[in-house]
């Protein structure tokens, strides 16, 4: 499985993004889809999570009513779509992807086998 994530960039606060996360795999929709971002200094955190089962997302409470997660499974893509940005959201942002992860563990990183290479999202004040 290989993650291509893509979309950062540097933006101003309060302006908008969409992160893109290309997966080569067979069975894409059986996949459960994250984000996940680390800024420096910091831990890897969690952001947002799509379930493959009923697509309902999951946030972390410091990006819910601003970052939204989708999928388009015909074009293994997930997206993260990231508005009102702050300069506490510049880190790199990783997509990550596992079949086998269970709900009390979509929040964490060792959840996941797979990982894209990142994408650097800076915001400025």
């Known amino acids: 499985v290989q993650l291509q994530a893509s979309g950062g960039g540097l933006v101003q606060a309060g302006g908008s993004l969409r992160l893109s996360c290309v997966a080569s795999?067979?069975?894409?929709?059986?996949?459960?889809m994250s984000w996940f971002r680390q800024a420096p200094g910091k831990e890897r955190e969690f952001v947002s999570a799509?379930?493959?089962?009923?697509?309902?997302?999951l946030y972390a409470d410091s990006v819910k009513g601003r970052f939204t997660i989708s999928r388009d499974n015909a074009k293994n893509t997930v997206y993260l779509q990231m508005n009102s940005l702050k300069p506490e959201d510049t880190a790199v942002y990783y997509c990550?992807?596992?079949?086998?992860?269970?709900?009390?563990?979509?929040?964490?990183?060792?959840?996941?086998?797979?990982w894209g290479q990142g994408t650097l999202v800076t915001v400025s004040s």
């Open positions: 799509l379930k493959h089962s009923d697509n309902r997302p």
């Open positions: 795999v067979v069975s894409f929709r059986s996949y459960v």
């Open positions: 990550a992807a596992d079949r086998q992860v269970i709900v009390s563990s979509y929040r964490r990183p060792d959840a996941y086998h797979y």
